[in-house]
């Protein structure tokens, strides 16, 4: 766990913020099984359903008749929006997955004074945020990653997008902690945050595989103590 000091450098609501974050990102696709009939969907509440059918049934496995099966568009309402089921992924990952990644991860950490601070804080706390049914369905940029990029490359570029920002805000905050001699000064910010990343979504691969959270946890306290390691 952080020190004292540590955690009273960090943002003030940021547990609160991450809680309502990530039970947001991980929780829809529990929560859309409620009905949806209205007239005429917009194209955002098309976008949740298809995320959450993504995000259980992996883009190849989708179904556009289970996207539609409680509402009241047809196919041809939904193709007006999106012309192909290709084009629809491709949308989720821009409208639905970046955003709630910039709400839970990115904006905490490029809006905070003490980024470091903030990434530890993150860290500590989201085996709590996730919880069972987070770790069952899995990260859903992770499994896109691991089952389109190899297959697609608009995919794989869409998908790296976000994974080359993350990368980049991590490389920052840890720049900033060099500036402020808070991060050792031999750290290779840019290899460091390449490895966090990959460890990050690293426990969420395995911890979706052996699916008790207690994997999670302690691969994330793991990753806590290393970027602890990386501080003066």
Known sequence: ???????????????????????????????TQTKINTPALTQG?????AFCEIHRQGFQGASIS?????????????????????????TVIDEIIAPRL???LF?????????????????????????????????PLNNLMQEMSP????FRHHLNTILETWQQIISTALQHGQENNIVKPDVD???????????????????????????????????HGYVQSLMI
């Open 151 to 154: 297959l697609d490359e608009k």
């Open 189 to 223: 910010c840019d290899a460091t945050a390449l490895f966090i990343v990959s460890a990050w979504e690293g426990c969420f691969s395995i911890a979706k595989n052996k699916q008790p959270p207690d994997s999670f946890k302690l691969c994330m306290k793991q990753l």
């Open 102 to 104: 910039e709400t839970l």
């Open 66 to 90: 289970n996207i539609l099966e409680s509402t009241k568009p047809t196919k041809g309402a939904l193709y007006h929006h999106f012309p192909t089921k290709h084009a629809l992924g491709l």
């Open 107 to 139: 904006r905490p950490l490029r809006d905070s004074t003490t980024p470091v601070a903030t990434l530890l804080e993150i860290l500590a706390g989201v085996a709590s945020f996730m919880g069972d049914e987070g770790i069952m369905l899995g990260c």
């Open 1 to 31: 766990m952080p020190s004292a000091c540590i955690v009273q450098t960090c943002l003030p609501n940021l547990r609160y913020r991450l809680t309502q974050s990530y039970r947001s990102v991980s929780n829809d696709c529990m929560t």
């Open 45 to 49: 509440q098309l976008l949740s359903l």
